[in-house]
């Protein structure tokens, strides 16, 4: 591979690393939003008589049914921001806890959609008078499938981040201080006029080396080899 396309492929690697970094926050925000919103919405019916009137229809929403859920989902945006504070094993740890909010999170919406709704909690949730009595429950499916989604995207973000590098890797020359660049290729530039001028092949020099070993005081088209200390 040429110097050019070193280069290249070293350049591209940064952004591409942002982009690796960016899936776990990505998943973090679905999973708060899905947990979000299914704690809005009307998990539970329960239908109650008190043997007065006529039957009355309470909706228990996921805040009420499940009380968790709004916590977690604001644990999880807690989360995104500590993802991004975070290296080595702090990350790991950090994994380990958006792990467990998921599986807190999924508990209660799988134990209601195949799970039976207790009749008792139905009646306490939705504070019924003491005389009423519990004539059926009914579960809406979509809050809970939602609330799985959350919890398996906090389960992947989990994954991602406990499989992040426990140390940052070094910046490729795009990010180098100006001054270490142009050291870095005036010594490149040297070693391609000293090859050239013993066998005729050199090492290829991008544009931006090139003008970056003319800013270090090097002439890269200089055939004659180095430059000796007392010129």
Do not use: H
Not at 79 to 94: D, E, H, K, P, T
Not at 96 to 101: D, E, K, M, S, Y
Not at 138 to 147: G, K, N, Q
């Amino acid at each position: 591979m040429t110097a050019e396309g070193q280069a290249v492929t070293e350049e591209a690697q940064p952004p591409r690393r942002s982009r690796v970094a960016a899936i776990p926050v990505a998943l973090l925000l679905v999973a708060a939003a899905c947990l979000w919103g299914s704690s809005r919405m009307a998990w539970i019916r329960v239908v109650s008589f008190d043997g007065l009137g006529e039957a009355r229809s309470t909706d228990l929403d996921g805040g009420t049914w499940a009380a968790a859920t709004t916590p977690l989902a604001l644990a999880l945006v807690a989360a995104v921001a500590a993802s991004f504070a975070v290296r080595g094993w702090a990350s790991r740890i950090l994994a380990a806890l958006v792990g467990l909010v998921a599986v807190a999170a999924a508990i209660p919406a799988v134990d209601a959609l195949f799970g039976e709704v207790s009749a008792g909690k139905a009646a306490t949730l939705a504070e019924l008078p003491g005389r009423a009595e519990v004539v059926s429950t009914s579960v809406s499916a979509t809050p809970a499938i939602l609330a799985v989604v959350g919890a398996v995207c906090a389960f992947g973000a989990a994954v991602t981040l406990a499989r992040k590098p426990t140390t940052r890797k070094v910046l490729s020359s795009k990010y180098d201080a100006p001054a270490s660049r142009r050291d870095e290729v005036a010594k490149r530039a040297k070693t391609a006029s000293e090859r050239a001028a013993e066998n005729g092949e050199g090492e290829d020099l991008t544009e931006r080396m090139l003008w970056d070993a003319l800013d270090a005081g090097e002439d890269p088209t200089d055939r004659s080899g180095p430059r000796s200390s007392e010129d």
